[in-house]
């Protein structure tokens, strides 16, 4: 058998550094391969695939598209070409060539899931779910498809059915279970015995269904929690926690002691078998620290009128590009200006991040206090959340888009109101303006995706409505505070 020839080496290099995550060799050494051949389609479309796992997704369509006018008899380029034009949230664009794929092989479970995805991104429910079936009678064990379908249903409300299916995030590509060594939980007694819970996925996540924990240690156990560092003093007034322990920060992995299970946080609904009318929705559930509380309110009590906190991105995005679902659900502060005209209000930033430079040009006439050096930053993160918390606790109303900001408000009980792209995450459900899991939260619903402009004039009117009966307070529960503090007694906040 002879040996390779330099570029089929290359070619076989560069997989292999794709397959370990080295994305910049591998892309080097496509590179390279082009420029030996221009048009060999392996190079284009591996390219093409180490690009878009960057985020790079237009760069990655133009070599899709090469790789395509090399050969067009290949189903996977079509499928690949439409996962990046989603990426650019280019959702009809997508489907077409999902559609293209399927028209070479039809019994394609990835093209079926796809189309399925974007289906639910549009909003057409039925035809996603009819799709994650085609897909799932092809291939009954293809985890994409069991996991895509556990959205649509979750976002339909079949939460039963969506809860079992979610767990498919298992077996997916990418997805790896925590390393710890107790055997999972599958919902049997727990008197007398210690449970790791641990956490998942992003702050939002864990923000809404930290508030499992108590129904957890009402079953008799001793409870365990791995947090992110974020979260690690905000997490410290949830009841039920036993052990908090701080994920990523030295010296905390002593404090876990021996436990009988372990359990992801998302998968606590399933095991509690809930339903849209059994959500756990008792709010506050979260509580700001009191010195914190009390030192925020001085200087909010200062201010003006109806005191309300602006969130308008998602992601952090100044390195690596803003991704479609960051994007998507972002607004640009200048998109507020109507609100300047409303009457009776000052805005206070809770922005954080590579967004949060705009506030220093925000729209004429929207007043906007921007305390963000008081608040710190993300060298301290948990000192910046509970900052945070405080302040929050200590406004009239939060205004925000799909992030942390808005769970961490409902958390608290403060009115919040949701301003939800056209393709809303599951867990805000289809087509509702409440929230079943936080009874504070109003929903300005989105109902062509990118445009703001009539979410905007329906917040600026219930605004002024607000504005205008401001002697009537708003009905929410007081924050109750506790005593809780860090190691080294301070932290970035107000004096």
């Known amino acids: 058998m002879s040996d390779p020839s330099p570029v089929d080496a290359l070619i076989a290099s560069g997989r292999a550094a794709m397959e370990s995550g080295q994305l910049d060799t591998a ?28 985020g790079n997704f237009s760069e990655a369509i133009s070599y899709y598209a090469k790789a395509i006018r090399s050969n067009d008899a290949l189903p996977e380029l079509f499928n690949n070409f439409g996962v990046a034009l989603m990426g650019l949230g280019r959702v009809d664009d997508a489907i077409q ?61 079949d939460l039963e059915t969506g809860w079992r299916k979610y767990e498919w995030r298992w ?27 641990h956490w998942e996925q992003g702050l939002g996540d864990s923000l809404q269904f930290i508030r499992y924990v108590r129904l957890v240690k009402l ?16 997490f410290t007034s949830v009841d039920g926690i036993d052990v908090l322990v701080a994920d990523g920060v030295k010296g905390e992995g002593a404090k876990i002691p021996h436990c009988d299970y372990k359990v992801p946080l998302l998968s606590l609904p399933m095991l509690f078998k809930t339903t849209l009318s059994t959500i756990p929705a008792d709010v506050p559930y979260l509580h700001p620290e009191p010195d914190l509380t009390a030192a925020w309110g001085r200087r909010v009590s200062a201010l003006p009128g109806l005191k309300v906190g602006l969130c308008w991105a998602a992601g952090d995005f100044r390195k690596t590009g803003p991704r479609f679902n960051e994007l998507d659900r972002s607004i640009r502060l200048t998109q507020f200006a109507p609100l300047a005209d409303v009457p009776g209000v000052t805005f206070v930033s809770l922005q954080k991040g590579y967004s949060a430079e705009q506030a220093a040009n925000a729209p004429p006439g929207l007043p906007l206090t921007d305390w963000a050096t008081e608040m710190g930053d993300f060298s301290n993160p948990a000192a910046l959340m509970a900052n945070t918390a405080a302040l929050v606790a200590n406004l009239d109303l939060i205004i925000s888009v799909d992030t942390s900001i808005a769970h961490l408000a409902g958390a608290l009980g403060r009115p919040v109101w949701l301003l939800l792209r056209r393709a809303g995450q599951w867990r805000w459900l289809a087509g509702r303006e409440d929230c079943p899991w936080y009874p504070t939260m109003r929903v300005f619903n989105q109902s062509k995706p990118g445009d703001w402009t009539p979410v905007i004039a329906t917040v600026r009117d219930a605004l002024t409505s607000l504005s205008e009966h401001r002697a009537a307070p708003l009905t929410v529960r007081t924050p109750r505070v506790c005593e809780c503090h860090d190691e080294a007694g301070h932290e970035p906040g107000p004096s």
Request: glycine share 8%.
């Open 97 to 157: 060539k999902y559609r293209q794929a399927l028209s070479i092989r039809p019994d394609y479970p990835e093209a079926l899931t796809n189309i399925g995805n974007a289906l639910q991104v549009q909003g057409n429910l039925t035809d996603s779910l009819a799709m994650l079936e085609r897909a799932l009678l092809i291939d009954p064990n293809y985890p994409e498809g069991h996991f895509n379908e556990a959205i649509t249903r979750l976002r339909m409300g």
């Open 171 to 197: 077996k997916m590509k990418g997805v790896k279970a925590h390393n710890h060594p107790q055997p999972p939980w599958d919902g049997a007694s727990l008197e007398g015995k210690t449970i790791f819970i």
């Open 27 to 54: 892309i080097e050494q496509y590179r390279q391969v082009l420029r030996a051949e221009p048009g060999r389609t392996d190079a284009l479309a591996n390219l093409g695939n180490a690009l878009q796992a960057q």
């Open 219 to 234: 079953m008799g156990a001793k409870v365990v929690v791995l947090c992110q560092k974020n979260l690690a003093r905000l």
